[in-house]
């Protein structure tokens, strides 16, 4: 008897000098990340915004680019560390031979592509005019994807190459009839179009993705950090859903958008740090389409299992992972 209570007064010891014990804090590490100001990005937004970055010890080196091809762009030229980007840029890169992993989709979307036309009153309309696109992203897969599901050729319509930003002055000025393009720059063109402004979707033929990628040695060699990373973003995650109305907020005003606009498409989209293997069929029926517009050299399929990188949300959340290896 009293041998045991010799032991239970000892382990009470021990754990009273563990409870006081504080943790180790982690020391920021530098990173840098290329992404965009699209609600593609809201949970690095939300990240940034409140402090999550800092709090899983990332030090973040951030640097904006008009779009999602253009961060990647930064990665693969040794500029960036990860970026955000839609699932087409990623396709092309890897199809074009750029040794890259993807890590997480951080966003998707079933609304947030559209064609935006001035003047036009149905999909049929758009045989014969001018439109407008953003060669090599999904603006490109989209409206590729949407003549197609009307009949009508590539070769029937003149294509323009604009960015997203060009887009809204470009409709108004009418130097083109219609443009395909994201969000907020789809919302505000047709805003801008007045009464003439229509956007035509179809949520049945495409649902955007938007991932964290980077190069993959820096990946394979940066797994920790990469680690804490998407903690920072799962963190962001759980800020919105708990508090959808102060992240819509958050998000309008760090975009300069009108909380209005921006809910317009908010709740046609989905906010979580995933890897599902839905992304693995994008990637490959997107793949078959860039091989048969041969927009890119002679390429066979890649094995996107190798472009995927799931060993650090292995880690952070291995439930968010429904990526089936064996096929």
């Known amino acids: 008897m009293q041998r045991a209570a010799i032991i239970l007064i000892l382990s009470l010891l021990v754990l009273g000098c563990q409870s006081k014990t ?27 915004a409140k402090g999550y970055f800092l709090e899983e010890g990332v030090l973040l080196q951030p640097s904006l680019f008009g779009f999602g091809r253009q961060a990647l762009a930064a990665v693969i030229e040794g500029k960036a560390d990860l970026a955000t980007v839609a699932e087409t840029p990623f396709v092309f890169a890897a199809l074009n031979g750029k040794r890259i992993s993807l890590v997480a989709s951080i966003f998707t979307s079933w609304q947030n592509n559209g064609v ?37 050729e590539r070769s029937e319509v003149t294509l323009v190459g604009l960015s997203p930003q060009q887009m809204p002055a470009a409709l108004a000025a009418g130097e083109v009839d219609a443009a395909s393009t994201w969000n907020p720059a789809m919302k505000e063109a047709a805003t801008g179009l007045g009464a003439a402004g229509r956007i035509f979707y179809d949520p049945y033929l495409y649902t955007e993705t938007y991932v964290l990628a980077g190069n993959r040695s820096y990946v394979t060699a940066n797994q920790d950090l990469v680690q804490r990373v998407l903690r920072a973003l799962l963190k962001a995650e759980a800020f919105a859903s708990l ?9 309008a005003a760090t975009l300069k958008l009108s909380p209005e606009l921006l809910g317009e498409f908010w709740n046609a989209s989905r906010f979580r740090v995933s890897l599902e293997h839905s992304l693995i069929l994008l990637l490959e029926e997107e793949s078959r389409w860039a091989l048969r517009r041969k927009p890119v050299p002679e390429a066979a399929m890649p094995n996107y299992l190798e472009y995927i990188d799931v060993r650090p949300l292995q880690e952070v959340k291995p439930e968010a992972i429904k990526i089936n290896t064996r096929r």
Not at 243 to 251: D, G, I, K, S
């Open 22 to 48: 504080p943790a180790e804090p982690l020391r920021p590490l530098p990173l840098r990340l290329a992404y965009t100001m699209q609600p593609d990005c809201a949970l690095v937004h939300i990240a940034m």
């Open 243 to 251: 508090h959808p109305a102060e992240a819509r907020t958050l998000v």
């Open 116 to 152: 935006v036309a001035r003047g036009l009153t149905s999909p049929p309309e758009l045989r014969g005019k001018r439109i407008a696109y953003t060669p090599g992203t999904t603006s490109e897969m989209f409206l590729d994807t949407f003549l197609m599901a009307q009949r009508i």
